[in-house]
Structures are given as structure tokens and as C-alpha cells.
């Protein structure tokens, strides 16, 4: 799951908004499948994030509910003080 969010990462920096939200599409779904409480790990809410970063770049609407979802499992796992949930809560 962790190259899956990389090159989801590395595809939205090179501007294929597409492939990044496949990518992160994809990296979702693996983390989800493994974790043992998909609302409480910090790779599901990683995830989410590059998936929201990838729908608001290919502007989907979506993209804020996702950002929201994101900041909610990263608080959950992380702490609320981390930088992952800081960017997660600034793109809502």
C-alpha cells in the first residue's frame, strides 16, 4: 500500500490527476483490506488523502468528503497534532 500511495504522490505531481486517483484508488483498497480497523489505521487515512488530493486535482466533487474522511482516520491513528491530519484538514 505504501507504493501505491507514492506513486499516487508521484503521478499528481507530474500533473495525471487520473493516474494518481488510480493509484490511490487502489492504495485504499489494499489498505483496507489489511487493516484490522480500517477507521483507526494510519495507512487507510494516508490513502484517503492522496485519493483526495488526486479528485480535487481532476475536479471531482467527492473530493471533500474524502478529505473529510481522511482527517477523521488519521486523528483516529495518529493524534490530532500530526502534519498528516494538518494537511488532510486543510484541504476541507
Do not use: F, K, N, T
Given at each position: 500500500a505504501?507504493?501505491?500511495?507514492?506513486?499516487?504522490?508521484?503521478?499528481?505531481?507530474?500533473?495525471?490527476?487520473?493516474?494518481?486517483?488510480?493509484?490511490?484508488?487502489e492504495a485504499v483498497a489494499t489498505a483496507e483490506r489489511i487493516a484490522r480497523r480500517?477507521?483507526?489505521?494510519a495507512d487507510v487515512g494516508e490513502a484517503l488523502l492522496r485519493l483526495a488530493q488526486a479528485e480535487r486535482a481532476a475536479?471531482?466533487?467527492?473530493w471533500r468528503s474524502t478529505a473529510q474522511r481522511a482527517?477523521?482516520?488519521?486523528?483516529?491513528?495518529?493524534?490530532?497534532?500530526?502534519?498528516?491530519?494538518?494537511e488532510a484538514q486543510a484541504l476541507r
Open positions: 505504501a507504493a501505491l500511495r507514492v506513486a499516487a504522490q508521484v503521478r499528481l505531481a507530474a500533473g495525471d490527476a487520473a493516474g494518481a486517483r488510480a493509484a490511490a484508488m480500517a477507521d483507526r489505521s475536479g471531482e466533487p467527492r482527517a477523521a482516520v488519521l486523528a483516529a491513528s495518529l493524534g490530532e497534532a500530526h502534519a498528516l491530519v494538518g
